[in-house]
């Protein structure tokens, strides 16, 4: 990697902007190796790896594993911050279920300044509305990371060439702020396109219909990963850094039953792929695995009421 100082708001956050949830390397080996768990995990792991015969291997400083809205994100950020980068998704097209997104929540950008719209809304009012509607058991430290950081990530897709629309709103009435910025024609694709076009345009390569198959550890550490191709063939990914942003396991019958869901009259609307593949993999390194800490909640959507 270029000798550049991972900043932006640490990288992260600039991940982050697209309401992501993801792990790197360092998180990934900061764990395996403190408990019983995750040790016998991480061997799992390495004794699973042994069994790939590669066609080909390939270095890079960063893989981005799924070309989602914070995968694209993460690869944009990771590009323009000098890094040697991978992006991979297992569909044959970018976007998951960022396709099916119409907008983004921010506070105090650039573009809400121009329209003066929702000006007023402060931050305050936000953290506290978010307190309010979860009942006070939200991290709020999580919660001003994002918001404070909000405007200027839209400020920084935009730069990227992501469209948006003249309208920043409340949602149609339906939220409470009027905090929420229209992608043009309201599609998730004049996010997705452009942030993928300006990924490749700083050199990042991205492949689709290649699936993670599994975390390379050494001694602890998370060393890159092997990858399937569309012919079949495994590749071997070397890199300093892996970032999970495959989505999330609703789409995995098995593991949604053995955490307790019924889904006898539930439907997924989501993009197809939604199969635990970062979930497994994160696990088997040793990464704390909190699925098990979370419930249903029907109207909690706060990038749309905001």
């Known amino acids: 990697m270029k000798s550049t100082n991972l900043s932006r708001r640490g990288f992260l956050q600039g991940a982050g902007a697209a309401a992501a949830v993801v792990a790197t390397a360092g998180m990934l080996a900061g764990c395996s190796a403190n408990s019983s768990e995750g040790n016998a995990d991480s061997s799992a792991a390495g004794a699973s790896a042994a069994a790939y015969e590669p066609a080909e291997s390939m270095d890079v400083d960063i893989v981005v594993v799924g070309a989602g809205s914070s995968g694209v994100a993460a690869a944009v950020q990771a590009a323009e911050l000098g890094a040697t980068t991978l992006l991979l998704e ?39 509305a978010e307190q309010e509607f979860f009942n006070y058991r939200i991290n709020a430290l999580l919660w ?13 897709m935009a730069s990227h060439g992501v469209k948006f629309s003249d309208v920043v709103d409340d949602y149609h009435g ?35 219909e290649t699936s993670a198959l599994d975390l390379i550890v050494d001694n602890g550490q998370v060393k890159g990963l092997y990858v399937e191709k569309a012919d079949g063939s495994i590749l071997q990914v070397n890199a300093k850094a892996v970032i999970l942003c495959s989505g999330g396991y609703a789409q995995n019958e098995e593991i949604m039953l053995e955490r307790g869901w019924d889904l006898t009259y539930s439907h997924n609307n989501g993009i197809e792929g939604h199969d635990g593949d970062g979930l497994r993999m994160a696990i088997a390194a040793g990464a704390n695995d909190v699925s098990r800490e979370r419930c249903f909640l029907r109207e909690a959507y706060s990038f749309l009421r905001y």
Do not use: H
């Open 144 to 156: 001003k990371d994002m918001v404070g950081a909000s405007g200027d990530d839209i400020d920084w």
């Open 174 to 208: 339906l939220g409470k702020f009027d905090c929420f910025r229209w992608f043009e024609d309201g599609k998730g694709s004049n996010y997705i396109g452009p942030m993928v076009a300006s990924a490749e345009s700083m050199g990042a390569t991205v492949m689709t």
């Open 90 to 128: 297992k569909n044959t097209k970018c976007g998951g279920n960022g396709q099916l997104t119409e907008g983004m929540f921010a506070l105090n950008s650039q573009m809400q300044k121009d329209l003066g719209v929702g000006d007023d809304v402060t931050f305050r009012q936000i953290i506290a």
